[in-house]
């Protein structure tokens, strides 16, 4: 569903070197600078290093970081971005993940209560769709939004306004920007992002998984919110009944082949 709902990205990878990948760039149009560490969002595209990601030689790897896209022509330049990095041996190991970013200025504060809900109650679903290494707590800069016990889950449900409830360290105890679902990205950047997938530069992966999110930010505008109950379904159907209309056929059929082939995997 290609609304005009904004989205960024970061990629992160290893065995590129900075230089090479900004002149593939250039090469597909795309203007780009190496600005080492920050959080800046200046509407370029940028690069900057990433000291959780590395190769088997120690040697750090980078992230490569979209400006607000939307719609068809912001999947355009993705395309191109990742046509980019491929050119320039962008490679990925189990170090690196994908980070994806919806605008959420638009939301209140029943949306982010209902997008936790969703997180909260479906992710062993979510899981499915990924690597074991993104999955449960298996990686530290993506933990179970379940880090967070039931009962600070019974106390976000109860706050009544966005203040409070991106104080969410205080009300919590814990800090939430290492969650798969980081709304700490609100107060800097009006976004919500999404932290779980794995590193890919494949564009049908990165392009299927933005819509997916999209799908859940969207769904969580007009959910019914509730404490789950220990009965609750976790499960692919019960996921897509909750996303009503809001999860394109062919991103949902894109997901199904990916549930079978890692419970293939796994079951090997």
Known sequence: ????????????????????????????????????????????????????????????????????LSGLEGFAELEKACRALNRAGAKINKTCGLHVHHDMRDADINVFKGLYYLYWRFENTIDSLLPHSRRGNNNRYCRSVHYINMECFKKIKSITGLRAFFSGRMQTGQDWRYLKLNFNAYVRHGTIEFRQHSGTTEFEKIKNWVLFTKAMVNAAFDIKIAVPRKNDQDTWESFRRNMKSWLPKEVADFYKKRIKKFAERQAA
């Open 1 to 68: 569903m290609l609304d005009d709902r904004k989205f960024g990205v970061e990629i992160e990878f290893i065995d590129a070197p900075a230089d090479r990948v900004i002149e593939e760039l250039r090469r597909e149009g795309i203007s780009c600078q190496y600005e080492g560490y920050n959080h800046d969002n200046h509407g370029r595209w940028k690069l900057v290093y990433d000291a959780s990601v590395y190769n088997k030689n120690g040697e750090r790897g980078l992230e490569l970081v979209s400006p607000p």
